[in-house]
């Protein structure tokens, strides 16, 4: 490699190191599912996590209608298919729910 190449190299490699650091903190997502077999249950909603803006895809595959609220944020009713909701998470217990079946399908996450 010749100096010229070199310095391109590193030139280049300090140029992605700024754009990584310059990027935006992007959110976190988990995909949370309603499965077929089991019509009223969250499926691989996290039981903790740390303060930050986390985005929920919320798979519902149970041709029932839910949601998937988090905290004040939810997403639109529907039966079928996904659909995401992001939400800003402080310290705490957040709950999470579907609104139409507020009392079966339900839990906290612990934020911290
Ligand atoms: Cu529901």
């Known amino acids: 490699m010749s100096i010229r190449t070199r310095a ?8 992605a190191a700024l ?9 976190k997502t988990y995909t949370v599912t309603t499965p077929e077999n089991s019509p009223f249950a969250f499926v691989g ?3 903790t996590l740390k303060a930050g803006t986390y985005t929920f ?3 519902n595959k149970s041709g029932t209608v839910h949601n998937l609220r988090v905290g004040t944020k939810a997403t639109a ?3 079928k298919g996904s659909k995401t909701v992001t939400v800003t998470l402080k310290k705490g217990t957040v709950k999470y729910q579907c609104d139409p079946h507020a009392t079966m399908m ?5 934020v911290t």
């Open 77 to 79: 009713l529907f039966s």
């Open 57 to 59: 895809t919320y798979v």
């Open 45 to 47: 909603m996290p039981k």
């Open 19 to 27: 754009a990584i650091t310059a990027m935006p903190a992007l959110a």
């Open 106 to 110: 339900k839990g906290t996450i612990k």
């Open 8 to 15: 391109v190299a590193v030139g280049a490699a300090t140029a």
